[in-house]
């Protein structure tokens, strides 16, 4: 069941109006599994709730039907490709964050090996130590 703070949820009907289509075609569009919206219960037969991202990806399906003139197949494989490469760009930003926290303890590693080995040098030495 959707959570508050999830943003707004619509019933059927309402989701049909702001998107623009019969209540049918909300439901087709489930069977084909081009949108999933949530459940306000268990049940399958629980009334669906519907959130402004499902809406917009049913304006994206008539975009592409009408104004495009792709097929219902073509509108599966084309949202598929876009869920995809929306998917595959969370994971690069997740390992690039991954990455700079790594480049970041490396740093701070290397600065403590650095000034270790400074203050081991000026020990033996007896003077202050460099600055880089």
């Not at 569009?29 to 629980?46: D, M, Q």
Request: without cysteine.
């Amino acid at each position: 069941m959707p959570e508050k703070g999830d943003g707004a949820w619509y019933i059927i009907s309402v989701a049909a109006q702001r998107a623009q289509v019969h209540e049918q075609t909300l439901r087709h569009y489930e069977r084909l599994g081009l949108i999933e919206p949530a459940r306000k219960g268990s049940s399958p037969h629980s009334p669906r709730l519907y959130s402004d991202r499902d809406i917009e990806r049913v304006m994206q399906i008539r975009r592409l039907m009408h104004d495009l003139g792709v097929n219902l197949a073509g509108v599966e494989a084309i949202l598929h490709m876009k869920d995809r490469m929306e998917q595959m760009q969370m994971e690069v930003e997740e390992e690039m964050e991954k990455m700079r926290n790594q480049h970041a303890l490396e740093m701070r590693r290397l600065k403590d090996i650095i000034e270790r080995l400074q203050r081991g040098a000026n020990a033996g030495s007896g003077s202050e130590p460099s600055q880089f």
